[in-house]
């Protein structure tokens, strides 16, 4: 069990492993509404830093509105075959720049933190944890690849509060082409909830889907998410491919 408040483990780093990015650079994007309205601009860019670590940052969001930032910092292991998440980080800015919400994952310390409305609450982490916050497009590489069925970790939500929660994401079974030759697998990403919960809540949660090009690590090609907790559902496309690929169905 995970309590809040006190000291993180000793020990502590994340049992997560992602595969090795083949894929750097700044991709550009589109923030929509899951009807297609443009809402604002989106990014990522995956780099390497001089210690040889790679950084994930990236935002999207709606033009003089909310938006949403995330970076995670990723080391290589076994060789540089596989990536261990050391810092995962989220914020979500109000039109003026004003902090609604951020989440900090720090896997070597071994502690999450949640901040909203000036209030910072804490968790401590497993000493091998498997959150994720920001790194869910490597994460959910070999689903699209089809070397796994199911990916279970944990995300931590910033709503109203610190939650730990369990997700587990699998293939939809859906493949979608943008160009010819070309095809991307749409996963969708789901909180594990017992069966009672899930009957009562699973109507009224936000369907998060993620669409990965299998021939590739690095960023998906689109999301559908909401773009903070609680904040509406949008549908975020790499410019260049038809969003009208992604929008609800």
Sequence with gaps: MCLLGGAGPALAAS??????PTQFGEFEGATL????????????SVARDPQGRIVVEGERGISGRESTSY?????????GQ?????????????????TLAETVIDHESGVGSCTTDGKRET????????????????????LARGE??????????????LHLVDVSARRTGRVVRPSEG?????????????????????????????????SVSGPS?????????????????????????????
């Design 148 to 161: 796994q069925d199911e990916v279970t970790f944990q995300t931590l939500i910033c709503s109203q509060g």
């Design 182 to 214: 070309k095809q991307v697998v749409e996963i969708e990403y789901k909180i594990r909830l017992n069966p009672i919960m899930a009957l009562i809540a699973r109507p009224f949660l936000p369907r998060i889907l993620f669409w990965i090009d299998p």
């Design 123 to 142: 968790v401590d982490l497993a000493e091998e944890d498997r959150v994720s916050i920001a790194s869910a497009d490597f994460l959910l590489a070999p």
């Design 71 to 79: 970076h995670a910092l990723l080391e290589p292991m076994d060789g």
């Design 82 to 98: 596989v990536l261990r998440p050391l810092r995962q980080h989220t914020q979500t800015v109000d039109a003026q720049g004003a």
């Design 15 to 20: 049992a997560l492993r992602l595969p090795f």
């Design 221 to 249: 090609v689109a999301q559908q998410l909401p773009l903070y907790p609680r904040g509406p559902t949008v549908v975020v496309v790499r410019r260049g491919i038809a969003p009208s690929l992604f929008l609800a169905r």
């Design 33 to 44: 509404d899951p009807k297609g309205a443009p809402l604002g601009d989106a990014r990522v």
